[in-house]
Every structure is written in structure tokens, then in C-alpha cells.
């Protein structure tokens, strides 16, 4: 029944700053109608998860957590150290990857991934 993720939605106390911080940190080209479409990449998965209310992975008083997949987190790393934005989670490898943690301006955590 499903065809695909069709997109993330959530409120935001200061919308011109957010907006810009995506876009010069992330690089993502959020448009006039205060959104982007980021189109499926050969190879990409998008991961759908539940997590219990207690589960550790991240802060329980954060209800959802992004989770981007990056072509190169080495190459990632150095494009937030030049931006001054500093990692919440050091790089971590693992069976699935290579993970590590930034912080949004209102403090949510975000979750860049290479594959």
C-alpha cells in the first residue's frame, strides 16, 4: 500500500532562521513555500523506526529525530567545522554505517548517516 516516505512535517518558533540554518548547513534549498524535495537516490533507504518513550538512542524529550543520509560524512565533518556548527555526537561506525550528531538552532538533534 505504501509507495514511499512522502515527507516530514513540524512547527518551529523562528522560521527565517531555521529555514536558513537548513539551507547553509545542510545545503538544502528550502523554497518559497518554507520546504524542499529531496529526490531518491539510487542505493538510498529511507528508515522508518519506532522507539520506546524510555529508549536511549536519543533524548527522550525529543519526540522525533531526523536522519539524513550524507554521500560523505568525512567530507560532511569539515563542511560543519568550517559552518562553526559543533558536533552533539562524536563519529560513531557500526554494522549500518557511519553516524554522527549536530544540533538544528532550536536545539533538536539530527542524525547525518553515510551508508
Request: hydrophobic letters at 40%; aromatic letters at 14%; glycine letters at 8%.
Amino acid at each position: 500500500m505504501i509507495k514511499g516516505f512522502g515527507g516530514v512535517f513540524w512547527r518551529t518558533k523562528n522560521l527565517e532562521v531555521v529555514k536558513q540554518w537548513y539551507g547553509d548547513v545542510l545545503k538544502l534549498d528550502i523554497n518559497d513555500w518554507n520546504g524542499t524535495i529531496i529526490k531518491p537516490e539510487a542505493g538510498n533507504e529511507t528508515i522508518f523506526s519506532f522507539f520506546t518513550e524510555d529508549d536511549s538512542y536519543f533524548p527522550t524529550t525529543q519526540q522525533v529525530m531526523l536522519n539524513f543520509q550524507v554521500h560523505n560524512l568525512d567530507d560532511t565533518i569539515k563542511h560543519l567545522e568550517q559552518m562553526g556548527v559543533p558536533l552533539a555526537k562524536k563519529e560513531e561506525i557500526g554494522e549500518f554505517g557511519k553516524f554522527v550528531w549536530i544540533e538544528d538552532p532550536e536545539g533538536r538533534l539530527i542524525e547525518l548517516w553515510e551508508k
